[in-house]
């Protein structure tokens, strides 16, 4: 999915950060399998199930690697038997472009 068609810019402290209507937003995010709107709109969650600790450790190790290298740095919670991952852009007070594509990156990875 091409997500550098989608507008408008919006101008937050001193970057440029796309923000996204609510319906592009909703088109951006059906592309994602496993992800879902959390906290009334302004985050995306996933909640990946697994069947070790150790699994869940590598999987949170895979996001924040991903994440870290696009700069952006999700909220991430992991236990027994799960990892629970959370992506949002504070500065513009929602989701943003940079979610979408660490949120793909990370489906992307982990298969």
Known sequence: MAFSRYRPWLLAGSS??????????????????GWSLIEEGRAIGRRLDTKSFLRAQALAM?????AD???????????????????????????????LICAARVNAAIG
């Open 69 to 99: 290298l696009a700069n952006h740095h999700p909220d991430i919670s992991y236990g027994w038997g799960y990892c629970s991952l959370r992506f949002t852009t504070h500065s513009a007070g929602g989701v943003t472009m940079n979610d």
């Open 16 to 33: 440029m950060v796309r923000l996204f209507w609510r319906r592009r937003r909703w088109r951006g995010l059906a592309a994602l399998e």
């Open 62 to 66: 895979v996001a924040g690697g991903i």
